[in-house]
């Protein structure tokens, strides 16, 4: 399910809104901001420039195209009016706007776009961009006037996926449309999105002529070696070289800039020092190439300076339309048209599989690893720095490539991990994704925390995405290896048991052990396989499970072995061992173990133990030892069992306020960021829909004794000072009889203070929101009461849930098991708990200057959940503007 779309805050000036670039349907780049004063010559051109139909169709007549016509789309306060440009190759050539009306809920929308540019998705992206912004300011829906000539306009409101409706007025047709982000249309969005990037991205996978600017006669240097990869590799197209001096390289002529080459390359690859590279990259874009690879490195790696040039560089490729890999990378490289466009010692064995990394030289380790196993890749994109090009843009693609089954990644951070999430959830339904994340040490200490931000940290965040997502997560790059060794070759498994079968036992014992540490099973084997076995082994052998086929076990043997453990129903997976005795040569076990696995449709994966390398060539799973291959085969069980798992839905929810919720919230930030009072805090929960206990806020004594009186004995007092931790500090006193317990209760911990009556239910427990400054909000859910941080066992997934994951966390792990009754209490409402965690989802989605919220304990019962302690604490929303919006 998508989530809300990335909006700006509140109340931006167009000063403020920074430059937006968003991908049309043919893959070019085309950015958008908002229109300043000094734009205003360039407006009068762009509407001069309109066909007279055009202009008709746009303003319903024939206006003087002037400057007192543009003046009024310039500086937009985006509260009243909020008007974008497109910009391409340094001209405006679309002009985007609403105003509020009357009702404030509602806007005018309208726009234009360069008869030259028509028909290529630029009004529905500025359309979404404009939504998006005026949402964020309270509009609610959209108006259009629009004549009934005017097809492309109507085209457009009905293409971007919002439900409008249409009807005739005075000649005119008036087009209404609500702009919240409904499934439908975010689903359309995504859409969109898909094929707008893999059109931008064909031209470095299937180009048909490259450049290497950079290119030297020196075999040593960077563009000289990749210049003649590129040759070795026998790329099948043409290739140019280009250097200052227009110098031959390998034998092929040579130019001295982009401008002179022949025709326009697909792709140009540029390895110049870093302060000639916007130069060359300038020519290239001028001579029309639209697929740039930046290898250089001295950017954003290097520092300030080199993050200045960096943005400076992007900037010039998306304005003119482009798509940018790197900087600061090793290349790329693609199997189907034996393209090596890396600086790497050799090209690629091709296969299945298509490797990202983030890292050059953990990218070439990967590609040697991957040799020595036999693995073959599709295409390996080296992301460097990841100015523009990232792992989102590369699984869109390679999501609809034919020639790539498995996808693996090297990860070091996140440029937008929602959006990834969405894209990677989507595609992994397809085919496996595999990931090694990197640098997931703690956030560190956050200020103030609650229990739910100290059980929170960028770990849990990963891990929450990749459950979401359905990445297989793999720790090392040995693993990583492993993983895709499995899934390239050999078919997922229909469960989580396995037979082992080996030549030796102690080999068996290990791999048993390692099964199970992966989530494995090794399960009896059927009556009819240990007749069949006994039958076929000699009488020494163990027919349990690991089958122990002696040292004496020939290449015959496991071949005719094999088939029968296959046959067991109760096994859906064989690992078969083997250590090379006198009597069997390795080699030909392994080819024995893949003749017996041929036509079966459950996997095998094998461990053959022996100095020198052993192939083989009947597509068997080889590994080094038997815990690689137990721990390949439980992320493919994992797989599994992630696939059989229905993909669930975000629910609606009713009974929601968020404007009164957003309002509490702007209050306490008037004063600075903090920890709402109780009162506030209970408004903010009860705007959602969230149980609260029922409580009296009480400054005298009078007050304490009387809401006591009310709510009901036994009752609970507590401090109400905003955020504290009650049970730390000695501010709560629970389980008071009387009117005198009650007093002096207040009084030790002194006013004002809070009486609530004392509520008991089936279960403990801990939910809560924390806001991850990268990830956005996670929603955790766990074990509560004083030792929720030391039971721990909290969950976390990201906002917002679907069904099937609230359904997890309440169900699973240790809260699933005090939700369903422990040591003999009665069940709790689990429909009730998943609603809460839906809501507390919905709120930190609505919310994002929500920097955490606790609530510890909820108590839940067959008949519901309540929360009876909440702290929230609030402050700016973090983040940075970021220009790519797909």
């Known amino acids: 399910m998508p989530s809300r779309p990335e909006v700006p805050l509140r109340k931006q000036s167009s000063a403020s809104l920074g430059a937006l670039d968003v991908l049309l349907r043919d893959g070019t780049t085309l950015r958008l901001r908002a229109p300043v004063a000094a734009d205003i010559d360039a407006l009068v051109e762009f509407l001069g420039g309109l066909s007279r139909e055009s202009l ?34 340094g001209r405006v050539i679309a002009l985007a706007s609403y105003v509020r009306l009357r009702d404030p809920a509602a806007a005018e929308v309208a726009f234009a776009v360069a008869d030259d540019y028509q028909r290529r998705g630029i009004g529905t992206r500025m359309l979404e961009q404009l939504a998006a912004r005026a949402a964020a300011v309270g509009i609610e829906r959209f108006l259009a006037d629009v004549l009934p000539d005017n097809r492309q306009m109507l085209r457009v409101f009905e293409a971007v996926g919002f439900e409008a409706t249409r009807t005739n007025e005075s000649g005119t047709v008036e087009v209404a449309f609500e702009i919240a982000p409904t499934t439908y249309y975010l689903e359309r969005v995504d859409e969109r999105d898909h094929l707008a990037s893999v059109a931008s991205l064909r031209p470095f996978f299937a180009p048909t002529s490259v450049a290497v600017l950079g290119a030297s006669r020196r075999r040593e240097s960077i563009g000289g070696q990749l210049f003649r990869n590129v040759i070795s590799a026998e790329f099948q197209g043409v290739v140019y070289p280009v250097n200052p001096a227009g110098d031959a390289v390998a034998g092929v002529k040579g130019y001295r800039s982009a401008a002179e080459l022949p025709e326009v390359p697909d792709l140009v690859v540029v390895c110049l020092p870093a302060q000639h590279v916007l130069g060359g990259v300038t020519d290239a874009l001028d001579r029309g190439t639209r697929a740039i690879c930046v290898i250089s490195a001295g950017f954003a790696e290097v520092g300030e300076e080199g993050r200045a040039r960096q943005e400076v560089l992007l900037a010039q490729v998306r304005s003119r339309g482009g798509r940018l890999v790197g900087p600061n990378c090793l290349g790329i490289a693609v199997a189907a048209p034996q393209l090596n466009a890396t600086f790497g010692p050799r090209a690629l064995p091709p296969g299945p599989v298509a490797f990202s990394s983030q890292s050059g030289a953990l990218g070439l380790a990967l590609l040697e690893k991957a040799e020595e196993r036999g693995i073959g890749l599709s295409a390996f994109v080296s992301i460097g720095n990841k100015a523009d090009v990232s792992s989102n843009d590369l699984l869109e693609y390679w999501e609809d490539d034919p020639e790539t089954a498995v996808i693996a990644l090297y990860l070091e951070s996140f440029g937008n991990p929602r959006k990834f999430g969405r894209i990677a959830r989507r ?50 790059l040995e693993e990583l290896i492993d993983a895709a060794t499995l899934f390239s070759r050999q078919p997922l498994p229909a469960g989580n048991r396995v037979a082992v079968l080996t030549n030796a036992g102690g080999l068996g014992i290990l791999c048993a052990d390692a099964c199970e540490s992966a989530g494995l099973e090794l399960p009896a ?132 306020d968020a404007p009164r919720a957003r309002r509490v919230v702007e209050e306490r930030l008037a004063e600075g960021d ?21 409580e009296r806020v009480c400054s005298d004594a009078a007050d304490v004794t009387a809401a006591a009186r009310e709510l009901g004995y036994p009752a609970v007092v507590k401090t109400a000072v905003a955020g504290a931790h009650k049970t730390e500090t000695g501010g709560v006193a629970l389980g008071l009889q009387t009117k005198a317990e009650v007093e002096d209760a207040a009084r030790r911990i002194g006013l004002p203070v809070i009486v609530q009556p004392q509520l008991s239910g089936s279960a403990e427990l801990l939910a809560g929101v924390v806001q991850d400054p990268v990830f956005g909000p996670l929603v955790a859910f766990g074990p509560g009461g004083v030792f929720a941080e030391l039971i721990g066992q909290a969950e976390f997934r990201i906002a917002p849930l679907t069904d099937a994951e609230a359904e997890e966390l309440v169900t699973g792990g240790k809260a699933g098991m005090l939700v369903r009754g422990f040591r003999g209490n009665p069940p709790a409402d689990e429909a009730a708990l998943m609603d809460l965690l839906h809501r507390l989802g919905r709120l930190g989605e609505d919310l994002p200057e929500l920097a955490e919220l606790d609530l510890n304990p909820v108590i839940a019962g067959p008949d519901g959940c309540v929360a009876v302690d909440a702290r929230i604490r609030v402050a700016p929303a973090s983040g940075g503007h970021r220009t790519k919006t797909w």
């Open 427 to 476: 595609v992994a339904r397809r085919k496996p994704i595999l990931a090694m994340k990197s640098g997931t040490t703690s956030t560190g200490a956050r200020a103030a925390s609650s229990h739910t931000a100290a059980l929170a940290g960028s770990e849990a965040a990963v891990e929450a995405l990749f459950h979401h997502a359905g990445v297989i997560r793999a720790r090392t």
């Open 525 to 656: 084997l059927a009556e009819e396989t240990v007749a069949a076995l006994r039958a076929a082994l000699p009488a020494e052998a163990s027919v349990a499970n690991p089958v122990d086929m002696l040292g004496s076990a020939t290449a015959p043997v496991y071949e005719a072995t094999l088939p029968i453990v296959l046959a067991d129903p109760n096994v859906d997976a064989v690992i078969a061992l083997f250590v090379p005795p006198v009597v069997a040569g390795a080699q030909d076990v392994a080819d024995a173990i893949g003749r017996g696995a041929a036509g079966t449709d459950k996997p095998v994966l094998a461990s053959v133990i022996a100095q020198g390398r052993v192939e083989t060539t009947t597509g068997l799973a080889l590994f080094p030892y038997p815990e690689s291959a137990a721990r390949a085969l439980g992320l493919a069980a994992g797989r599994s069992e992630w696939l059989r798992r229905p993909a669930g839905s975000v629910p609606q929810l009713v009974r929601i």
């Open 674 to 694: 903090g920890w709402l009072t109780p009162a506030q805090a209970r408004e903010v929960l009860e705007s959602y829909g969230i149980p609260v206990v029922p």
């Open 56 to 89: 008709y169709l746009r303003f319903h007549g024939f206006p003087t195209v002037s400057r007192r016509l543009v003046e009024p789309f310039v500086d937009p306060d985006w509260q009243e009016r909020g008007h974008l440009v497109g910009e391409l190759d």
